[in-house]
């Protein structure tokens, strides 16, 4: 998740507005939670790609002025997620192939740094137990045929093995693409076959992680990934995105 920036929001500060901190404070924290509540939506395909959504029901939706609800929409706009349309609202940026590859590309070389500075320093037993969990989770959501659940605990497998890199601001760049990344697999999920090697790539992953293995633990994530990239072509005119 990015890094909240609540007291860098594009909000001009009057010296009246200062000198009713309590007031100031209640808007700057009502945008900062109408940006997550709106960015959640938008990533979870809640909001799909190309919807518009009028500002007043926006508004009444998350119980707050029209005020706050701004400074959050012009924090997504900067996020590339949503086009402001004035005096109407706000419209869910599609996603193009460009974007998916793009993404896609930049994601796995990431998370292959990533397995690789894992599996050279050797994980605490207690990181090592987070990461065999998500893995039970995803063969779980599996076994019941549950992709909604299958996609977050993936999902946080990803996110896993990103916030265990030491480098805090690679964690912190890689994890808002993982975000963007969500959001088309979420729109993906629905088409694909049953994801059996996802799992057993991941749970490979991790084995080399364990042991010590850098090597093995990129290649297998580089295999993985680069599968995943040739599904996902092939997907992408299922979930309404043509090949440019």
């Known amino acids: 998740m990015p890094v909240k920036e609540i007291f860098l929001l594009p909000y001009s500060a009057t010296v009246e507005q200062l000198a009713e901190p309590s007031s100031f404070m209640k808007k700057l924290l009502q945008a900062d939670k109408a940006y997550e509540i709106l960015r959640e939506r938008v990533i979870s395909a809640h909001y799909p790609p190309g919807v518009t959504v009028p ?13 706050p609800l ?19 609202g706000m419209r869910v940026k599609a996603l193009s192939a460009r974007d998916i590859s793009e993404i896609s590309e930049l994601l796995a070389c990431l998370e292959c740094e990533a397995a690789e500075k894992l599996a050279s320093r050797k994980l605490k037993p207690e990181e090592l137990g987070r990461l065999d969990a ?9 076994e019941a045929d ?12 990803h996110r896993l093995l990103i916030e265990l890199h030491t480098n805090r601001h690679l964690v912190e760049v890689a994890l808002g693409y993982l975000e963007k990344a969500h959001r088309f697999r979420l729109l993906a999920a629905p088409f694909r076959a049953r994801p059996v090697y996802s799992n057993v790539n991941h749970a490979a992953v991790v084995e080399a992680i364990r042991r010590g293995d ?20 092939d997907l ?9």
């Open 214 to 233: 850098p090597q093995s633990a990129v290649d297998i994530h580089r295999a993985h990934k680069r599968r995943w990239t040739r599904e996902l072509n």
């Open 55 to 67: 500002e007043p029901e926006l508004a009444e939706d998350l119980g707050m002025s029209r005020t």
């Open 134 to 142: 998500a893995i039970a989770a995803m063969d779980e959501a599996l």
């Open 70 to 88: 701004r400074e959050a929409l012009v924090r997504l706009e900067h996020d590339g997620l949503v086009e402001l349309i004035p005096r109407r």
């Open 236 to 244: 992408m005119p299922k979930f309404g995105v043509e090949h440019g």
């Open 146 to 157: 549950d992709m909604a659940k299958w996609s977050q605990a993936d999902f946080q497998f």
